[in-house]
């Protein structure tokens, strides 16, 4: 997983390098139909350097080599017109024209397209499957959670409006607060969905996400700790343990399933700690309440979610066997 700025940077250089070709080819055309083209051309290429030299000495010929140049523009104009192509065919390809596909302005600041592509590729850094960039609070489906109460007297219904408007929340207020949560309850309830609808709600607003599991950020904190990882592997495993630090949200899934030994467990801590300290956002989802996440990673662990996580619980029905019975009876 490479940064994202560094992938645009690189479809950048490949619409320079096409756009480079398509000018290339539309000179040669030019040229082969209409022999006299080469002569304008280098006409113009004489007059561009004299002019700058001129410039640049303060010489006096500086109308004279205008007028040599306003003539092979009309020539040029004229061989085109005569060869049927638009008046703008040789003044250079360029998908972007406010920034000549540099991703610049002309102030030295990120041009629009380079922001678009930006965050484009944040979207393909989050890590999320296309199941889950299609999850989305407009998407949530509140007819699959029943009205009637649980076991405990609980609507299951109400619980999940509740976590809806708390995800929603923090979502639409992302980037003004420092609020965390705690997703927990048993698989199948709808914890992912609702992360997923968060992460998609913040990544359209331009922030940056990195969803991924406990088990798969402890194996590879552990890895690279101990130099597991060989010369391939290593650089995006170290993309990826640092991306989850600065990430502007990161979701931790399936926290309280992995196996956790005495350098992961302090590893988390550093993590969510870190975070907290530097005022990042971070989601945990869990099969485990906040109050028994100690069983896990120890009390210092359970003290700093309770004390800074906003703890929302899922309950009811399993969801994904409700979706599959559903399809089913289509
Ligand atoms: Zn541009």
Redesign the pocket.
């Known amino acids: 997983m490479q940064s994202a700025y560094s992938l645009a940077n690189a479809k950048l250089a490949e619409i320079r390098e096409r756009n480079e070709a398509e000018f290339a080819r539309r000179r040669s055309e030019v040229r082969s139909k209409c022999p006299e083209y080469s002569a304008v051309e280098a006409q113009l290429h004489a007059a561009g350097l004299a002019l700058t030299r001129c410039v640049l000495d303060g010489a006096e010929q500086l109308g004279t080599i205008r007028q040599s140049i306003e003539k092979a523009q009309t020539e040029k104009k004229r061989i085109l017109k005569k060869l049927d192509l638009p008046e703008n065919y040789l003044d250079g390809v360029?998908?972007?024209?406010?920034?000549?596909?540099?991703?610049?302005?002309e102030n030295g600041h990120r041009?629009?397209?380079?922001k678009r592509m930006i965050s484009e590729y944040i979207g393909v850094n989050s890590n999320m499957t296309e199941l889950m960039r299609a999850q989305t609070f407009e998407s949530f489906d509140f007819s699959l959670f029943s009205s009637q109460p649980d076991v405990k007297g609980r609507s299951v219904l109400d619980v999940i409006k509740k976590a809806h408007a708390m995800a929603l929340a923090f979502a639409d207020g992302f980037g003004t607060h420092s609020d965390n949560l705690y997703f927990y309850g048993d698989a199948g309830k709808g914890k992912t969905y609702l992360s997923s609808c968060v992460a998609n709600r913040v990544l359209s607003k331009g922030y940056s996400v990195y969803y991924q599991s406990a088990f798969r950020l402890m194996d590879i904190m552990e890895k690279l700790k101990f130099g597991r990882y060989d010369e391939e592997e290593a650089p995006q495993a170290e993309y990826e343990a640092k991306y989850a630090y600065d990430t502007d949200l990161l979701i931790i899934d399936d926290v309280g399933t992995e196996f956790v030994t005495a350098y992961s467990s302090a590893a988390m801590y550093d993590l969510i700690n870190s975070r907290l300290n530097l005022g990042k956002n971070t989601i945990i989802s869990s099969n485990l309440a906040p109050s028994g996440i100690d069983r896990q990673y120890g009390e210092r662990m359970m003290s700093r979610i309770v004390g800074a996580y906003k703890p929302i619980p899922f309950i009811g029905m399993d969801l994904r066997r409700m979706e599959l019975g559903r399809r089913k009876k289509c």
Do not use: I
């Open positions: 360029y998908s972007c024209e406010r920034c000549r596909d540099t991703g610049f302005d041009c629009e397209c380079l």
